[in-house]
Structures are given as C-alpha cells and as structure tokens.
C-alpha cells in the first residue's frame, strides 16, 4: 500500500482507530462525492410506509425494493446469503428469507452494513438529527443511515440527498465496505470510482462480485461483497493481519477441522477436531494436526469424519458450519465414512476389522474410540460390538481406526408408502414380515431425530424432511439424551428385472437390472409385491423360494429399494402389457374360465385366460393342440384377444420350409427356402423336432450362430419383410453341426425354474448365457473350467473334449511362450486365454510354484484357471490328515510335520489330476472320498487366504 509522505503512518492509524471505535470523528471532506445519476437514470424516490423505529429493540425488516428485477444468482451469492444468515448477520426480507435474487436499495444496504458491523442496537437507541433531506425522522431506515453516516460509511449527495430508495450500485458498495477498514478519500488516490474499485479489489471484496461499476447491485452479489469484506484483513495500523469480522464482531474462522467425536462437556455438546488447515481462535494461533475441542450449542450436526470449515466466537462456540449449498439452507451434508463391518473382529485376523467394499483390514486398539448408541465401549467389549454387519460412522488413518459411532437397531426396514405430517406417522411395508403397517414417529417421553443418509453424507432432517419411498430404519435409544435416531436411506433404482443368482454353497443371493453391470444383493428378509404394491409378501433367502417368488418379475419392470446396508428390501412391480409372444398350445382347459395352457417362449408351461371367454371357444373350434399362437399378456394370467385377422396370430406346423446344406449360418442371418433373413435378440427359436408339444424346448441363437448345415433341416418359420420372427425346428435338427467348447464359468444363476451359467467362452470376446441340462444343474461349477456343448434344447451339455486334454498342478517353470505343469512342457497357444479369481489373467503372469488347471489341445495350452488368483491367497503343500465337515476349520492338513486346521471358504474347489470333482455326481460323496485320502496320507497342494486360513482350492495328486 502506497501512503502520502506529507502523512505520518502513525496519525493515520490513530486517527482511523479513533473513528472506527468510537463513531465521533467523521472522515473529513470526500474529495469527491458519490456520483449522481443523471435525470434519465433517476427514478422517483418512493417513500417506504413510516415506522417508529426508534421505539423499536427488534430487529426491523428490511423494505421490498425492486420487485420487478431478477437477479442471477451465482453459487458464490448463494453461498454468502447463507452465510450472513447463518451467523445471525442479517435478518433478510419480511418472511425470513435472504432473496439474493431482489434487488437492493442504498438505505437497504446501509442497514445491512449496520447490521453485519454489531451496530443496529446502538443505531435504533440514538437520537440523531435528521441529515438528508429525503431520510425523515420517521423514515423506517432513519437510524441506520444516520449511523452508516456517522461511522464514516457515506455522505450522501451533494444535493444533501440520499435517495434511499435507489438501488445501490456496485461502486458505491464497495466504496462503503472500504470505507469500513478505515479508508477515505483522503487515502485513496485516484478519481471516483476507480479509487475505490481499484482498492476494493485489492481487499478481495470484488471476488466472484465483479460486474460494470455503475450497474445496480443484486442482493446476492451484496451478500458476496460483504462476506468478501469480513473475510478482508487490514492491511495497516494495529489490526494489521486481522479479519474485519474478527475484529468487529469477535468472529473466528477455523479453515478447516476433521471431527473425531462428539461427547457431553460440563453438560454441553462439546466436539473434538483435528485442525487441517492453520487457523486462529482468542487464546492465538491452532496448527494443523493440533487437536482442539469447541462448544456446540446450537446443535449443528456434523458427522464423525467429516471435515468442515466452520466459525467460532472468542468462547470457541460453533456458531455455523460453512458447506456448499445445495438446497439454500445453507448447512447440507459433506462425506462422511458411513458403512458396514463385512469382517468382524473376532475373526481372523483377530483384532482386525474389513468394512464393505474395502479390500484392506483396519487394526482396532485400546486407543481407537468406538461409541455405540451415544455410550463409549470398553476395549473388552470391541468383540462383541464389532461383529460382522455393525453400521455406522467409522474414521480411519494409516490403516488404523480412530473412531466409530456406531447403530444398534431397534427396528427392521420399513418402507414409507404415505405420509401423514399432522400424526407424526408413516404408513407403508415391514419388509421383514412382508405386511402393510403404520409408524408414529412422535412420543412424549423420546425424541425422535432424524438423519438423512445420501451419498454425500448424513444430513440432519425433521420429520418434514421424508419422502415417499424412503427406507427408515430406527436405532436403539441414547438413554443419556432421551432420543431414537431415525436413519432415512435413499438407495432407489426402477429398471428391467433380469435374473437371480447365487443361493448355492451359502452365496448370498443377488440379481441384475437389464443394462446396469452392476448386481443388487437381496438382503436377508426383504418383502415384493405385484400391481405396483397392491400385494406384498415377505420372502426368504433361499433358492427355492427366490425362484418361486421372482420367476413373474423376469424381464418385467420394478422398483427396488435398498437399506443402510445397501441390500435390497423391497421389489416392486408394476406389470404392463407384454405384447407378440410366441407359444406352443399344449391343451385347452377350463371352458369357463377360458384357459389354454401354452408352451411359453422362456421354456415354461403356463396356463392364460383369455381376456373374452368367447375367444376361447373360436379358437378351440379352429385351431388344433400343437400349433404354435402369437398373443400378448394384459398381466401375468391374461392374454389379450387374437387379432381380427386371425391367420396373422396362427403359425400352422405344415407350413414347412427348408434350410438346405451348405446354407450356413451367419453371425446374424440365416437362408431359409432361399431367402436370407435377418435375425436379431427378439428372435424366438423352439427345438420341435420330436414333433410332439409335450417336447418341445425353447433354443437361442448360439444354437445356431455360425454353425455348418451338413443336412436339409425343415422348419417353420414366421417372418416380417426380410427379418426372421420366430423358427421352430421340424426335422433333422442334426443336420446342425455341434462344436465342443471351452469356457472359464463366471456365475451359475436362475431364471425362473430354470439354472444357467455364464461363462467367457475360449475363442469368443464377451460373456454368454447358457441353461444347464438338469443332470448338471446341481454340479459347483463357478469358477471352473469346462468342455460343453449346447445341446438341441439349447441347454449346456457338460463334454469330455475328445480333442482336447484336461491336465493339472503345479508350475514348475513358466516363459513367455512355454508353461511345464508337473514337469511336462507345454506351448502357450496364440490366443489363449486365463482366469482366476473371477477375473482374466494373461499366461505370462503366471510363476513358477503356481497351480493351474488346463486345457490342451494340439499340446497348446488354450485355456486355463489358476487355482491361486485371489486376493491375500498362498500357496502351500501338506498331507491331508482328517476332514470334518461339521466345523468351520473343516479341513486338517500336515505342514512341514505340524499338523494345521484351515477352514473351507464358501465357494472352495476341489481338483485332481484328470479332473474337477464332481460334486452330488451319482455315486461321489465328497466327505466319504477325502476321508478316504484322508486314510491314506494323500499328498495335496493347496490356496488359503493368508490372513484367515480360508481354502480357496485343493488340488489332489491323483486321478479321481
């Protein structure tokens, strides 16, 4: 800052420190006053309707000004409303609110400056003289331009005026927040306006503020400037370095403060933070990483873990917490580490905990502060609060855990359905017992407190604050504070119902929505419903009942709602018409009702009523069992009426025709009679070539896609222009060449009645689908590899590979182009592909030591599984000694001649030399056999999980 040298530094500070204290000494002559506005930019002053306000203690409201303009309203000015109002710094408009989108007139912006400076009581209690001639006595705004006038603020107009009721320009605000640091136009040089416009940016009191000087200035851009301003330091005198709001109204800013935990202090909620960024409190200066405690009065929610900025008085009490806004309230929620223990503390490694969707364990010591409903736990107890599927807050640093706030609940999930404010109640589904029920969340005895869960973070809410299709679920009372946390979770999503998966060997049962990658875990006890929530019922995890209470969702549309966990609670469908369906009409049933029973296009047998009875007569009299029926469903029972022309709905099976050999499939298309048509994932294929309904079965296009015709294959055939609708095989479906394949099994999964796989296939880019013949629908086949061939039900057939070998063990060398397993040398073919793990792995990733299991053909390796892929695994070789399969460390295995227990994991695999063992094959009892080579020493290879001595794979050196 340039100073005149005519004027001693120190005069002027004594001179402006004087002024700004004690309001007794005006600024002297401005060298030049506020420009006025021409004739043609004045507007006539209208006068605000009188107030006594001088009788008045309260705070007056401001006047309305400007209706008629809007404003843009950047973040930034969002952000500054919220934050003068926040901190109690403004009162706003008559409702209450800020309206940074109004304009602002010069008496308005003096009242704020009043205000904001800790003036207004003083300014209502003085006595002043009138000083302009258009600010009456008994002008509502009287007091506070009078007192702006005296701190040195304004002058007014060289008329004598103020024209009150103008709009305040952007230069003439920033001339007035200058002249709060102790400026005037003795001390900035320059001519009006660009002295003040240019000092007023060199105290960031233009920052996100800037505009055209003479332009009216909205409310949030004055809330802008005047934030700006407090934030502003003096740049000389005795506050050199100090905030204007520090030294005006003794408001401290604590840049930056991780939470660790809140506690009751001297009867006060007291918090504990770690200080992030440096920062200044009355007793002197907080350093990062310094830890300090602050008072919190006013109850504002910040979560544990959550790092804030915030604002505190000389006494260290939080008077707001400064966030992004993103509703206008001004306090909306950061991040904050809300999740789930998926491995608990007393399991291995001991002392150690895995939250959800972490892969590293987290060390859990005497010093880490676990809280569980409001009350410190002793380290004694972290066993049993810490256990597998603990919810809450949880702050870590270096792998260690410094805090967890943790729920214990004192309810299921419920989802609302309807709200009924004046109650206090909400009405919707326990999805626990699958019923409808109602919830008073109002008691005269306990406090309800509301928290809202978002990705973001946790917000603290009222009851006002649910919406319709909220899941709630309510926490034990915190006796100390005589309250129930109630948590509202918003993890919704609406999509195509797909398939389900998992229920086999204790996997957890999830399920997808058409086009999202990502799968939905059905929660323990979770609750459906059809007709968009007519008719809930509760279901159970287990495999039977899923396919039994979802087979209707399949490819229907639903919403899902998700609880604290993330774990869907509620399926909801809303069933709409499904239109051209093809079925094969197996019988006619009950003439009253009007059924048929149809051979339906997913492979299932399904009885429908017409929607007119009478329909089913005129079909019964023309149409014989056997013929295959176009129609759409009105809901899961029903199917529409046929078409007036009924012949478009009717596919008789003499209409033949013939794909010749030699006409070979394409990728996309096939040549029937001559013609090429067109096939896409609407194309419904039927296998009828035992050419009696009661046989027929549904195929898919991998049936067909690329394969030789090597004979004349009839079918029958319903076409639109050049695309292929719908084929069923008549004859000679062996005129279709099989291939033998290999693939690396990703998912077994259910649809319906029905078990599938999903596997990469070796030579193919992408991941297929296929339904298992029901001799291997019981066999473990995730993770594995296996020969197939799709068989002419367009189910997998599980193949011994005729041209192809399966070969097992270790790696006893590995290079680039040659793997030797067991001492037998082996080129990597071309295009070989790997797995492990659940995921793809290249051939030179694999060492020596490795187990793998092979497949060669022409003595190259074409695809493998390396048995060892998992995260945390090792490899080790022993003798197996005992096998119990009642205990948890089932398995009991001589290491080195210590003898070693090691449990099985939940999808463990068991490899021999020719072979996977066939798990519930005939005959095969997997206890009776490794009892066996339990007996006689058999030498084993093996993968554990090196943390908890979980076996993922067992390779056995013998045949099978």
């Not at 899941?471 to 509202?488: D, F, L």
């Amino acid at each position: 800052m340039r100073l005149n040298s005519r004027i001693k530094r120190a005069a002027i500070c004594s001179l402006l420190t004087t002024a700004l204290t004690f309001g007794q000494v005006s600024y002297g002559q401005e060298a030049a006053p506020e420009t006025p506005k021409t004739a043609a930019e004045q507007k006539e002053a209208a006068l605000d309707e009188p107030k006594e306000a001088a009788a008045q203690e309260e705070a007056v409201q401001e006047e309305p000004a400007n209706k008629e303009t809007v404003y843009a309203v950047s973040a930034k000015a969002q952000e500054a409303a919220d934050f003068l109002m926040g901190l109690g710094l403004a009162n706003g408009k008559e409702d209450g609110k800020f309206h940074p989108e109004q304009g602002i007139t010069r008496e308005e912006f003096a009242k704020l400056l009043v205000g904001v400076l800790g003036l207004e009581n003083a300014a209502l209690l003085s006595k002043g003289e009138q000083i302009f001639t258009d600010v009456e006595r008994d002008r509502w705004s009287h007091h506070y331009v009078s007192m702006a006038v005296s701190m040195g603020m304004t002058r007014g107009f060289e008329d004598g005026s103020f024209r009150p009721a103008e709009s305040v320009t952007r230069a003439q605000a920033a001339a007035m927040l200058v002249r709060c640091f102790g400026y005037n136009d003795s001390y900035v040089q320059g001519s009006w306006p660009a002295n003040y416009i240019s000092k007023a940016a060199e105290l960031g009191i233009l920052s996100g503020a800037e505009g055209e000087h003479s332009a009216s200035l909205g409310r949030g851009d004055a809330a802008l400037m005047v934030k700006n301003a407090l934030h502003g330091k003096y740049l000389f005198g005795q506050n050199e370095g100090r905030m204007l709001m520090t030294e005006k109204r003794g408001i401290y800013q604590i840049r930056g403060a991780r939470l660790i935990r809140s506690m009751s202090y001297l009867d006060a909620q007291s918090m504990e933070f770690e200080i992030t960024s440096d920062s200044e409190i009355e007793g002197g200066a907080l350093k990062s990483g310094e830890k300090q405690i602050f008072t919190n009065p006013e109850g504002i929610y910040i979560q544990p873990g959550e790092t804030v900025e915030f604002y505190v008085d000389k006494d260290e009490n939080i008077l707001y917490v400064s966030r992004a806004s993103s509703s206008g309230s001004g306090n909306p929620a950061l991040s904050a580490g809300m999740n789930e223990v998926e491995n608990a503390y007393a399991e291995k490694p001991y002392g150690m905990i895995r939250l959800k969707g972490e892969e590293g364990y987290i060390d859990v010591d005497s010093d880490s502060i676990v809280m569980l409903d409001g009350e410190t736990v002793d380290p004694d107890d972290y066993e049993s609060v810490l256990g597998e599927d603990a919810w809450g807050s949880f702050v870590v640093k270096k792998d260690r855990l410094e805090y967890a706030n943790l729920v214990s609940w004192d309810s299921g999930d419920f989802v609302i359905k309807s709200l009924d404010a004046q109650g206090s109640s909400v009405s919707g589904i326990d999805t626990e017992g699958g019923v409808e029920d109602r919830l008073i969340l109002k008691n005269g005895k306990t406090a309800y407190d509301f928290y809202v869960v978002l990705e973001s973070g946790v917000q603290k809410a009222d009851f006002g604050a649910l919406q319709i299709g909220d899941v709630i679920r309510i926490g034990s009372e915190n006796e100390s504070a005589n309250s129930k946390p109630v948590y509202v979770f918003r993890n919704n999503s609406e999509g195509t119902f797909e398939r389900v998966s998992g229920g086999a060997n204790g996997k957890s049962i999830t399920f997808r929505l058409k086009g999202i990658p990502d799968s939905y875990q059905l929660a323990e006890s979770f609750a459906y419903s059809y007709n968009g929530g007519k008719r809930v019922r509760a279901g159970s995890e287990s495999i039977s009942s899923i396919a039994s209470s979802l087979n209707e969702f399949y490819n229907q549309k639903v919403k899902i709602y998700g609880n604290h966990a993330g774990d869907v609670v509620y399926v909801e469908g809303n069933f709409s018409l499904v239109i051209d369906q093809y079925g094969v009409l197996l019988d006619y049933g009950d003439a009253v009702r009007g059924e048929i029973k149809l051979l339906t296009q997913t492979g299932s047998k399904r009885v429908f009523a017409f929607e007119d009875s009478d329909e089913y007569e005129y079909l019964k009299a023309r149409v014989d069992v056997g013929t295959i029926v176009k129609y759409s469903q009105i809901n899961t029972g029903t199917i529409k009426n046929l078409s007036d022309d009924f012949t478009e709905n009717i596919i008789y099976t003499d209409d033949i025709s013939i794909i010749s050999s030699g006409d070979d499939f394409t990728e996309d298309s096939v040549e029937i009679g001559g013609q090429t048509y067109k096939v896409d994932s609407d194309t419904v294929f039927f296998d009828y070539s035992e050419q009696d309904p009661d046989q027929v079965k549904r195929l898919n296009w991998d049936k067909f896609k690329g394969r030789q015709v090597v004979g004349d294959v009839e079918v029958i055939a319903d076409t639109d222009g050049d695309y292929l609708l719908m084929m069923a095989i008549w004859s000679n479906i062996e005129g279709i060449k099989e291939d033998t394949k290999v693939g690396y099994v990703l998912d077994n999964f259910s649809l319906g009645d029905y078990r599938y796989v999903e596997l990469q296939e070796y030579g193919s880019e992408g991941v297929k689908s296929y339904k298992l013949e029901d001799e291997y629908k019981d066999l473990m086949l995730f993770g594995r590899l296996i020969a197939y061939q799709i068989g002419s039900s367009d189910k997998i057939n599980i193949v011994e590979a005729e041209d192809m070998e399966f070969v097992s063990g270790e790696v006893t060398s590995a290079d680039n182009r040659y793997i030797s397993i067991e001492g037998t040398r082996y080129r990597i073919g071309d295009d070989a592909v790997g797995f492990g793990g659940g995921r793809s792995i290249s051939p030179q990733g694999l060492d020596s030591g490795d187990i793998i299991a092979a497949y060669i053909e022409d003595g190259k390796i074409v695809a493998f599984e390396d048995l060892g892929a998992q995260t945390d695994s090792k490899i080790a070789q022993g003798v197996l000694v005992s096998v119990d399969p009642t205990s948890r460390e089932c398995l009991l295995i001589e290491l080195d001649g210590n003898e070693r227990s090691f449990a099985c994991a939940e999808d463990i695999d068991f490899v021999f030399r020719d072979g996977y063992m066939e798990i519930e094959d005939e005959g095969v009892d997997p206890v009776e056999l490794f009892e066996s080579l339990a007996r006689t020493g058999t030498a084993v290879k093996f993968s554990y999980n090196r943390y908890t001595d979980e076996i993922y794979s067992i390779w056995v050196d013998d045949n099978q």
